[in-house]
């Protein structure tokens, strides 16, 4: 079976020796799914409900390290979620919440091994997680942006059967 | 080769995922005396609050049957199973023959034995069909009774609080909750319950249900009388076994499973609400009738019948429950027994509770209320074993998280490995 089109699913990872603990990944994470896509300026002057950062920022001074959504190969969100709102793209490998149907029961918060999707509010009450940048072409703004290469993309070889 | 599936809520969904997973030929049936789709039944109190419409309840897209070659028998309600000749006979007569059979009919209300209870405008709240019926009388400034302070009780004050009814919530127990809640827990959520107008009467038990045909009020023990458009009963679930009673299927209060989901007859298999599986955190058959759980189980059997050697063995209870201003969630062990330990902590001005229940080195349960986000981490402490005798301290902090465990473990948690 020819497989040269199918993605593997990506993970980021974190170094937590070289991370500063700036969190300029939240802040590039935040416009980069804000209306104004990566305007900083824009997104921070002119929105008053800007969305939430996906990413998750651990510190305990000197220690720091970014943290965001796996896309589990066995996804606990996806199985413990009351909708079938939070869902393992087959293609993409990547975990997307549907946010339409997503209702804010939480139950996703309550599996997620990581502790890394939040409670949105923002607008209609949702659960918020990375999305792998997908709408920017599959290029994490948090990667791309920080500033000590704390933050790197592996590829994890997985190929599903599709 | 044939499955038959009994059941479509979401052991049933699980199945038809497992079975797919390694067998995409073979048919598959589903039978269902709901008339409906695949749709979350917990999704009920919402649409009954208008927050989703039935469209949006269904638990997988319309196209889910089509895809997984999967022919649904729906609004059809299965009689009887012959195991020997390996049939199921349908209401109508129809007998559709197996290979493999998963049983997954869940749930049902369990009716508590009071009089008058068989009185018109009185309704279960488990099904679609319960949140319609309860739509047609819960007009905004009607009055309702809710018998139950249990979570889908409370469910069913949200919505109804929200549709503008006036409600009051009685339960024989001194708290909220009380399988889940302390008195801290209970007191924070029935002063939120006032202040959204909901009166909350605890160790009050009713003696009768008043009116002519339809429930005009509830007459309590002490006397105090409620009057009510209509009451909502939540007084609990219990398996739904009725199919299958008096037959040779090995059951207790659920049917009973091993941890690859088979039953004591060869080639039948039970998940979901009404299985009696493995509980990690009892160590023993139990029910655990909770979404997640019932997909992992209906996954497994699904995949079983399809000819793998899966084993499940990681079901333990957890909730999530948003009532109304307050976010409660709860994992595992909730109540205080031999050898646990529990730590609480509540912060008034922020108004938040945590209690964790430590055996050994093991957390085995949480209450969170307010302070949820990093839930997920004490879940996975509990799921995994985790020994927490090292940073047991720093379970309570507010920006808990893996920083505060030992660098061998986080790496081994989150780093690359």
């Known amino acids: 079976m020819d497989k040269s089109n199918i993605t593997a699913p990506k993970r980021i990872y974190a170094k937590e020796d070289v991370c500063i603990g700036c969190r300029l990944c939240e802040i590039h994470c935040i416009a980069a799914h804000s209306k104004y896509r990566h305007d900083l300026i824009k997104t921070f002057k002119k929105l008053s409900k800007r969305p939430l950062p996906r990413i998750v920022v651990e510190e305990d001074v000197p220690l720091s390290f970014g943290l965001q959504c796996r896309h589990c190969d066995d996804p606990e969100c996806v199985k413990a979620c009351i909708t079938g709102a939070m869902q393992k793209d087959p293609k993409t490998g990547l975990v997307i919440n549907d946010t339409e149907r997503c209702i804010g029961c939480w139950t996703c918060i309550l599996a997620c091994p990581y502790g890394v999707i939040r409670r949105d509010y923002t607008n209609k009450k949702v659960a918020s997680k990375c999305d792998f940048c997908l709408e920017s072409g599959l290029e994490p703004a948090c990667v791309k942006n920080c500033p000590n290469e704390a933050l790197y993309i592996k590829n994890t070889i997985k190929y599903y059967d599709l | 080769m044939s499955y038959v599936i009994i059941g479509n809520s979401v052991a049933a969904v699980g199945a038809v995922e497992g079975i797919r997973n390694l067998d995409k030929v073979n048919p598959i049936v589903i039978?269902?005396?709901?008339?409906?789709?695949?749709?979350?039944?917990?999704?009920?109190?919402?649409?009954?609050?208008?927050?989703?419409?039935?469209?949006?309840?269904?638990?997988?897209?319309?196209?889910?049957?089509?895809?997984?070659?999967?022919?649904?028998?729906?609004?059809?309600?299965?009689?009887?199973?012959?195991?020997?000749?390996?049939?199921?006979?349908?209401?109508?007569?129809?007998?559709?023959?197996?290979?493999?059979?998963?049983?997954?009919?869940?749930?049902?209300?369990?009716?508590?034995?009071?009089?008058?209870?068989?009185?018109?405008?009185?309704?279960?709240?488990?099904?679609?069909?319960?949140?319609?019926?309860?739509?047609?009388?819960?007009?905004?400034?009607?009055?309702?009774?809710?018998?139950?302070?249990?979570?889908?009780?409370?469910?069913?004050?949200?919505?109804?609080?929200?549709?503008?009814?006036?409600?009051?919530?009685?339960?024989?127990?001194?708290?909220?909750?009380?399988?889940?809640?302390?008195?801290?827990?209970?007191?924070?959520?029935?002063k939120m319950l006032e202040k959204h107008g909901v009166k909350v009467l605890l160790k009050a038990s009713v003696e009768k249900i008043l009116g002519h045909q339809a429930a005009s009020s509830v007459l309590l023990k002490d006397g105090r009388e409620i009057p009510c458009d209509f009451i909502v009963l939540a007084a609990g679930v219990r398996c739904n076994t009725d199919l299958v009673k008096g037959t040779k299927l090995k059951i207790n209060r659920g049917i009973i499973v091993d941890t690859m989901m088979r039953t004591n007859i060869p080639d039948v298999y039970a998940a979901?609400?009404?299985?009696?599986?493995?509980?990690?955190?009892?160590?023993?058959?139990?029910?655990?009738?909770?979404?997640?759980?019932?997909?992992?189980?209906?996954?497994?059997?699904?995949?079983?019948?399809?000819?793998?050697?899966?084993?499940?063995?990681?079901?333990?209870?957890?909730?999530?429950?948003?009532?109304?201003?307050?976010?409660?969630?709860?994992?595992?062990?909730?109540?205080?027994?031999?050898?646990?330990?529990?730590?609480?902590i509540y912060n008034q001005g922020k108004n938040t509770y945590k209690k964790f229940y430590i055996r050994g080195n093991n957390l085995v349960g949480y209450l969170l209320i307010n302070d949820i986000d990093k839930a997920g981490i004490y879940t996975d402490l509990i799921r995994r074993k985790i020994d927490i005798s090292s940073f047991e301290h720093q379970l309570g902090r507010d920006d808990f998280g893996f920083i505060y465990l030992p660098k061998a473990l986080r790496s081994q948690l989150i780093l690359e490995c």
Request: net charge neutral.
């Open chain 2, 31 to 190: 039978i269902s005396d709901e008339p409906y789709h695949t749709y979350s039944r917990p999704l009920i109190s919402y649409y009954l609050a208008g927050k989703v419409t039935q469209n949006n309840m269904y638990y997988r897209g319309k196209d889910f049957y089509n895809t997984n070659n999967v022919e649904p028998i729906l609004g059809v309600k299965a009689q009887h199973i012959d195991f020997d000749k390996k049939e199921v006979i349908l209401e109508d007569g129809r007998k559709i023959s197996y290979t493999k059979l998963l049983i997954a009919t869940g749930s049902k209300p369990l009716t508590p034995p009071i009089e008058g209870v068989e009185k018109q405008n009185i309704f279960n709240f488990i099904k679609l069909d319960d949140a319609k019926a309860i739509e047609k009388v819960a007009t905004r400034c009607s009055k309702a009774v809710v018998i139950g302070a249990s979570f889908s009780g409370l469910k069913a004050v949200e919505a109804l609080v929200q549709r503008g009814v006036n409600v009051t919530v009685i339960d024989i127990m001194d708290r909220i909750m009380p399988r889940v809640f302390d008195e801290t827990a209970s007191s924070m959520a029935l």
């Open chain 2, 272 to 344: 979901g609400d009404v299985a009696e599986g493995y509980n990690f955190i009892e160590e023993r058959n139990a029910e655990t009738p909770i979404i997640s759980n019932a997909y992992k189980q209906g996954e497994t059997a699904g995949q079983n019948m399809a000819g793998a050697q899966k084993v499940f063995d990681k079901g333990f209870i957890m909730n999530s429950m948003p009532l109304l201003d307050l976010s409660i969630v709860s994992a595992g062990v909730s109540s205080p027994g031999e050898g646990i330990t529990v730590k609480a």
